[in-house]
């Protein structure tokens, strides 16, 4: 029991250090660009902004991804295809990049997040206005698109958020 609760402790105090910069862009030639995004020790992706849980859930994906390059265990070479099986709580790299390009060729604007575990430079593109994470999950986030992406259920927000979760922690541990 000690030993889950430091961990528990680990993750809390990790996350809470993260750094996270946002903007909102209707164009989608951004996910071309990802690669030229990346900067050491932090995470830029691009996410249809209807499939966001919470802030919680996307720190999460990012202190799993950071821990897994860390420790040697990451499914993928790219930190930024790796956040995605972890956000997406799927090990197959095919069927979440499947998943993606069917939520951004439907979905009219993109988040561009940059999670970082040190002090970040703001994100500087063009035809991206800054928003932040919380104002943009209160206002596209989607019960329903959630549900399907994450291939979850829950009556509330609160169960849904804990199924997704869940599925997120699940993958690193079974990965370990």
Do not use: W
């Amino acid at each position: 029991m000690k030993e889950l609760l430091e961990r528990i402790n680990e993750l809390v105090n990790y996350v809470n250090n993260l750094h996270v910069d946002s903007c909102l862009t209707t164009n989608k030639d951004v996910i071309n660009s990802l690669s030229k995004l990346q900067e050491k020790g932090c995470i830029v992706q691009a996410l249809p902004p209807a499939m966001l849980v919470s802030r919680v859930h996307i720190l999460v994906a990012a202190y799993y991804t950071f821990k897994s390059f860390r420790e040697g265990f990451n499914i993928s070479k790219k930190p930024y295809i790796e956040f995605l099986l972890y956000l997406l709580g799927n090990r197959q790299v095919h069927k979440v990049l499947n998943i993606m390009s069917n939520e951004v060729k439907n979905a009219k604007h993109l988040l561009v997040i940059k999670v970082c575990e040190k002090n970040i430079k703001s994100l500087t593109l063009s035809n991206c206005v800054k928003a932040s994470l919380e104002d943009v999950i209160k206002r596209f986030s989607n019960v329903e698109i959630i549900k399907r992406v994450y291939d979850t259920y829950g009556e509330d927000a609160n169960e849904i958020l804990r199924n997704v979760l869940l599925k997120t922690i699940k993958l690193y541990i079974d990965n370990i």
